[in-house]
T-cell receptor, first 114, second 109 residues
Framework: EAGVVQSPRYKIIEKKQPVAFWCNPISGHNTLYWYRQNLGQGPELLIRYENEEAVDDSQLPKDRFSAERLKGVDSTLKIQPAELGDSAVYLC????????????FGPGTRLTVL | GDSVTQMEGPVTLSEEAFLTINCTYTATGYPSLFWYVQYPGEGLQLLLKATKADDKGSNKGFEATYRKETTSFHLEKGSVQVSDSAVYFCAGANSKLTFGKGITLSVRP
């Protein structure tokens, strides 16, 4: 069974530039999550989707971050414009359904903003 | 809100040493509890979990018991191996998964 796929694995951009991350969850998983992991910290939830609906985006900085999950399968997270403080690892995870169900994580995208 | 506190790291042990990594949680009610591990260059993966008080999760020689009275979920292994070197995250889940800061374990031969 293929795991959660993310791309790119690494991205280096200059501040004020846009950037996008892509995630393909495990087949059949209805719930998709985006997390941000700062250096030396645990992951923090940005947004959770149940199918194509964003059911928890309370931690997503909506002035510059946006996400979509068209057709309820793969998802894109965008930052525009990027700031220095956005440098982090962006993780995607999926689960069969929400709640305390086991989440499966992708390898992450390491973003560096210069 | 919910929070998870892990002991400060990093931790360095010799092979075959006993390992304990402390984790306590603060939450509404009794969340499910997890230990995730991140090996070098890899993504987070679930190591073990417990969904209710007194449950013991176990996997790959690691164990953790859900202690409601002390709100703890300490990770233990009787004899660590070099291959256990990784970052370990404790997490709790009510409506969402809340992670601790993680702790880096290095096991030397």
């Amino acid at each position: 069974e293929a795991g959660v796929v993310q791309s790119p694995r690494y991205k280096i951009i200059e501040k004020k530039q846009p950037v996008a991350f892509w995630c393909n969850p495990i087949s059949g998983h209805n719930t998709l999550y985006w997390y941000r992991q700062n250096l030396g910290q645990g992951p923090e939830l940005l947004i959770r989707y149940e199918n194509e609906e964003a059911v928890d985006d309370s931690q997503l900085p909506k002035d510059r971050f946006s996400a979509e999950r068209l057709k309820g399968v793969d998802s894109t997270l965008k930052i525009q414009p990027a700031e220095l403080g956005d440098s982090a690892v962006y993780l995607c995870a999926s689960s069969l359904y929400g709640g305390s169900n086991e989440q499966f994580f992708g390898p992450g995208t390491r973003l560096t903003v210069l | 809100g919910d929070s998870v506190t892990q002991m400060e790291g990093p931790v360095t042990l010799s092979e075959e040493a006993f390992l304990t990594i402390n984790c306590t949680y603060t939450a509404t009610g009794y969340p499910s509890l997890f230990w995730y591990v991140q090996y070098p260059g890899e993504g987070l993966q679930l190591l073990l979990k417990a969904t209710k008080a007194d449950d013991k999760g176990s996997n790959k020689g690691f164990e953790a018991t859900y202690r409601k009275e002390t709100t703890s979920f300490h990770l233990e292994k009787g004899s660590v191996q070099v291959s256990d070197s990784a970052v370990y995250f404790c997490a709790g889940a009510n409506s969402k998964l809340t992670f601790g800061k993680g702790i880096t374990l290095s096991v030397r031969p």
